[in-house]
């Protein structure tokens, strides 16, 4: 036991399997310790706010401010108001009125804007541009207007009394507020999703429940294959008849067909976690239960099980002493790949919208489901689905390295 | 000789039959075998003629098809659990691959205390489990301080099929049903199971059921031999008047065709 | 003097196992076999009779490594060239080998004519398959097989049938060496006869000039060969013609051997069956002394340190042995008379 233990872990296909599954569960216990909040707290108001750091700007006024004269700042401050697109507008207008277009430099922000104030005039029209055009360059006019200017902003309260607004403060274009000085930052680094509600934190959540409703399922389907298979396969006779005959039932109804008409006929306000944990291992044993058969028929035939026949034996100590060791590796395997197919099944139900009820816990099939619904793949916001379907995928692969992995030692005939 | 010698284990008309339709194959047909107390009885035949059917019809291990199996002159009955293991207590047996014999994943000590457990030593104390196990060792010329914690794979198959003898030694069977026992030994071992089988047979007086494709190896242990071919027996007697003066025409193809020493090796009659 | 068919010197060869550890199972072996001469090596299982047969093939591939040493078949030497060169030049012209269980590697699906195809196809380019039929259907009525067998699949003939038709494709390219490794070992004894019957006739009619045959069962070896070379723990310990060999053995392990041959004929059951207690050695350390000193009556001090080369014995026969071959019979004598 011990050496097949070792040999598993030499495996480079186990070992790496292993350490991205183990991560993932440390992941998944570690940070609620350290992020306590509930993870279907709506805090967003509003949808799909995009991956970052949100500062609070009320708390921002108050904190300290400081000075910091840095070169560049006025630039990358203008940059971020004037992009691309409205800098080609203005050549544009610009070549129109009649400046050369090999004195437009476009990248030079300053003298772009200087060029264009000193130009610009709303009621000039040249052939060709059309009402639209003309009130497109009013409106980017407009916009550029102050953004040279070196003014500071001004915050001001509503006198009470007067009605009339006085100034209390000023805030310099160099002045810097500290980060870690404002009471409320929250980083969001998954940002918010339609529900306006953390996606990471929801995230971790689901993948706890995903992996429960994987190892929940994987040991229905287990337990269920492994005792009709032995049963069936060492009894042998009439009972294994009966146990075929449900066994095949099973094999030729698609089994995602009848976990969608359990889970359907469930009815939503069933419909936990756990049950359909256990609808989906109740659907998928079957696989289990003829493989595990078909080895025992093999051992049951075995000099070494007439041995302990012979040596007065009951049934159920020769399964368990003289069968279940042999086959022990084989349902281990078996056990990895159905919490596997148990979590991606989870997913494809309720991306049907068959997955558990949505009020109580996230799952990562839900996630896909609220990001589907809420069409976060046609408007872009790849954060809502994308840090999903990696994990989903993640977890999926990881099993598969570890199942192939136990597979190369225990089938020595399988390496090389 | 004037003492009647005591009938153990007789097989009337049995017969077992796989599968039905037109699947059906007849592995042992209407079989008749009497075995005498202190006897080396033989069954000798090719690969398929059904002689590992018979040993386990006569093991209990299956279920004849036909036919009534007497153990010391009453009806065998082993319709149940407590019946068989009282029946298994009488007739043990030894298979031919010692390798698959062990349950790799129990120790050699679980195989030897199994038996003293079988033979009602449940709850000796245990010192007298080791000093019964080293003794059965010590039989068989193994040591039992060097098996012991130990597994069936890190022994040789000539010691695995020795630590065999070792737990008949334990269980004293009437009837030992020995499966080729040597067949899958080098040739400098099988003589040392023999020899310790045969030991065996004096010590605890058994009487032997030796099963094999050897028609040599079944002339130099047994007292009678039985050639099966097809599911039948089609000659019995004792060794000497089967093996020099074989009277059935399978019996004597069968005893050419063995390469041999002394005798000419006739390749013609092929 | 005959023509030496094939010669070999000091050949030895190693497994490399999966943890890199040297397994030396042949252990420079030297064989010269005449032509028409047939050469049998005997040994329990594990002492390198198998590795020997297919080391002697030239054609190596892991786990199986070439150490050293030349084989020379018809005066070519054929040791230590490129691995694809022997197998389409010296594979099934010069040397055949039949593996063990060789009759299990027919692939099901196929017609025995196809494998026949195969085999022509590869060595030579302008021939049709009709006369390849014929070809065959020629060499099987020769070798006594029905030509009917060539239309069949392998799991329409029987055991005997499926290894005698082995053989006759093993031969098709008229190789001058056979090795057969076990050939008869898994048949029946009628199927068994049959299959011998075909390999001597094989060499009486020329299709191959010598052969050698690999078995544990030492009746059938005797009845077989000319010379039975005897190995243990990947060493030859003694060789000579097969009636020494069977009923005049010098060393103790051959004696042994000998002492365990079980034949039903009259007087068998008076005989007392020798036995040789103990293990091989471990080939990954093999012992530095006399390789069968841990399991030997008659071992003295100096067995376990001196390693012992092989000794002459007259007519060719040789035995490795520190104890002179007079000495080991007189202790032979003396051990009968105790009886």
């Known amino acids: 036991m011990k050496h097949t233990l070792r040999q598993i872990f030499r495996s480079p296909n186990f070992v790496v399997g292993f350490s991205i599954f183990s991560l993932i569960i440390l992941t998944v216990i570690i940070y609620p310790i350290f992020v306590p909040n509930p993870p279907l707290q709506i805090i967003a108001q509003g949808t799909f706010f995009e991956p970052g750091i949100y500062v609070n700007t009320y708390d921002s006024f108050n904190a300290p401010s400081y000075t910091l004269k840095l070169d560049g700042a006025d630039s990358k401050r203008i940059a971020s108001k004037l992009n691309d697109e409205d800098r080609l507008a203005m050549q544009e207008w610009l070549v129109g009125f009649g400046i050369p277009e090999n004195e437009i430099d476009i990248h030079d922000t300053e003298a772009l804007l200087n060029l264009w104030n000193t130009n610009f005039d709303p009621t000039k029209r040249f052939p060709g541009m059309t009402n639209a055009d003309r009130n497109y360059f009013i409106r980017l006019n407009n916009s550029v207007q102050g953004l040279l200017s070196t003014d500071p902003a001004i915050i001001a309260v509503t006198d009470e009394e007067t009605g009339s607004l006085v100034e209390t403060d000023r805030v310099q274009q160099t002045d810097y507020i500290n980060v870690s000085q404002v009471a409320n930052v929250r980083i969001l680094p998954l940002g918010t999703d339609n529900f306006g509600r953390d996606v990471l934190t929801e995230l971790i959540a689901a993948t706890r429940v995903s992996l429960l409703i994987g190892f929940v399922a994987g040991i229905v389907a287990t337990l269920i294959g492994l005792i009709l298979g032995l049963v069936s396969g060492y009894l042998g006779g009439l009972v294994d008849d009966v146990i075929m005959f449900i066994t095949n039932l099973f094999t030729v109804i698609p089994s995602f067909v009848l976990l969608i008409l359990i889970s359907f006929s469930i009815g939503q306000d069933q419909r936990g976690a756990f049950t359909i944990a256990v609808v989906i291992g109740f659907t998928s044993w079957v696989w289990t239960a003829r493989a595990v058969r078909s080895q025992v028929i093999s051992l049951r035939n075995r000099d070494h099980v007439n041995l302990s026949k012979l040596s007065g034996h009951s049934i159920v100590y020769i399964i368990v002493n003289d069968i279940l060791p042999y086959i022990a590796s084989y349902v281990v395997m078996a056990f990895i790949l159905q919490i596997s197919s148990g979590i991606l099944a989870e997913a494809g139900l309720s991306i049907l919208g068959l997955g558990p009820r949505t009020t109580e816990v996230p799952t990562l099939g839900l996630m896909m489901n609220w990001a589907m619904i809420y069409q976060a793949h046609i408007l872009g916001k790849w954060w809502a689905y994308f840090p999903v379907i990696v994990t989903i995928a993640l977890i999926a692969f990881s099993m598969n390295l570890m199942n192939t992995g136990m597979d190369q030692v225990f089938n020595p005939t399988l390496r090389d | ?270 | 003097m005959a023509n030496v068919m094939l010669e070999v010197n000091e050949l030895s060869t190693k497994y490399i196992t999966r943890f890199q550890e040297d397994v030396y199972a042949v252990d420079k072996v030297s064989i010269k076999v005449e032509e028409g001469k047939s050469l049998g090596i005997a040994g329990e299982s594990g002492c390198g009779k198998s590795t020997l047969a297919l080391s002697l093939m030239g054609y190596y591939f892991p786990p199986l490594h070439y150490m050293g040493g030349d084989i020379i078949i018809n005066g070519n030497k054929i040791s230590g060239l490129d691995p694809d060169h022997v197998r389409k030049t010296v594979l099934g012209k010069e040397i055949a080998y039949i593996p063990q269980a060789a009759m299990n590697a027919l692939n099901p699906t196929r017609k025995i004519i196809h494998f026949i195809e195969d085999v022509i196809l590869e060595h030579e380019m302008y021939v049709t398959k009709k006369d390849i039929y014929e070809r065959a259907k020629k060499l099987f009525e020769t070798l006594g097989l029905p030509p009917e067998v060539l239309q069949k699949y392998p799991v329409e003939l029987s055991g005997g049938m499926k290894q005698r038709t082995v053989i006759a494709i093993s031969v098709l390219l008229l190789p001058k060496v056979l090795i057969a490794d076990e050939p008869s070992s898994a048949l029946d004894v009628t199927s068994q006869k049959m299959v011998i019957k075909m390999m001597k006739h094989l060499m009486d009619a020329g299709f191959i000039s010598s052969m050698i045959f690999i078995t544990h069962e030492l009746p059938l070896l005797y009845n077989v060969v000319d010379d039975i070379m005897v190995m243990y723990a990947g060493q030859i310990v003694e060789k000579g013609s097969s009636h020494e060999m069977v009923f005049d053995p010098i060393h103790p392990y051959s004696k042994g051997l000998m002492g365990s041959i079980i034949v039903p004929e009259e007087g068998l059951r008076d005989v007392k069956l020798t036995a040789i207690p103990g293990v091989p050695p471990n080939l990954k350390k093999p012992p530095s002394g006399c390789r069968f000193a841990e399991r030997c009556k008659y071992v003295r001090p100096e067995c376990r340190v001196t390693s012992v080369p092989l000794r002459e014995a007259g007519d060719g026969r040789v035995y490795r042995c520190i104890i002179p071959e007079t000495e080991l019979r007189e202790n032979y004598a003396r051990e009968e008379q105790k009886k």
Not at chain 2, 100 to 129: A, Q, W
Not at chain 2, 218 to 224: E, H, L, N
Not at chain 2, 246 to 267: F, G, M, Q, S
């Open chain 2, 1 to 270: 000789m004037t003492l009647e010698k005591k009938l153990y284990l007789s097989a009337k008309g049995v017969s077992k039959v796989f599968g039905f339709g037109n699947q059906k194959t007849v592995a042992v047909d209407n079989v008749d075998l009497d075995l005498y107390e202190g006897e080396v009885v033989s069954i000798v035949g090719e690969s398929g003629s059904g002689k590992t059917t018979l040993s386990k019809i006569l093991l209990g291990l299956i279920n004849q098809t036909e036919g009534d199996i007497y153990f010391q002159g009453v009806k065998r009955d082993i319709s149940s659990h407590a019946k068989k293991r009282e029946y298994w207590k009488n007739i043990q047996a030894i298979f031919q691959d010692p390798f698959s014999s062990y349950n790799t994943f129990n120790k050699i000590d679980t195989v030897l205390l199994d038996c003293i457990n079988m033979r009602g030593g449940k709850y000796f104390p245990r010192e007298k489990k080791i000093e019964l196990m080293k003794e059965a060792c010590s039989f068989v010329n193994l040591k039992f301080e060097e098996l012991t914690n130990k597994y069936p794979f890190e022994l040789s198959g000539g010691q695995m099929q020795r630590l065999m003898i070792a737990r008949i030694f334990l269980l004293k069977p009437k009837i030992l049903l020995a499966d080729e026992p040597t067949s899958m030994i080098d040739a400098c071992s099988r003589a040392t199971i023999l020899d310790e089988l045969m030991h065996l047979r004096k010590e605890i007086g058994m009487t032997i059921i030796f099963i094999t494709h050897d028609i040599g190896l079944a002339y130099y242990v047994s007292d009678k031999v039985c050639i099966m071919e097809k599911g039948r027996f089609v000659e019995t007697g004792t060794a000497d008047s089967v093996i020099l003066t074989p009277h059935h025409a399978y019996t004597k193809r069968l005893i050419n065709d063995v390469p041999k020493i002394h005798e000419e090796w006739d390749l013609t009659t092929v």
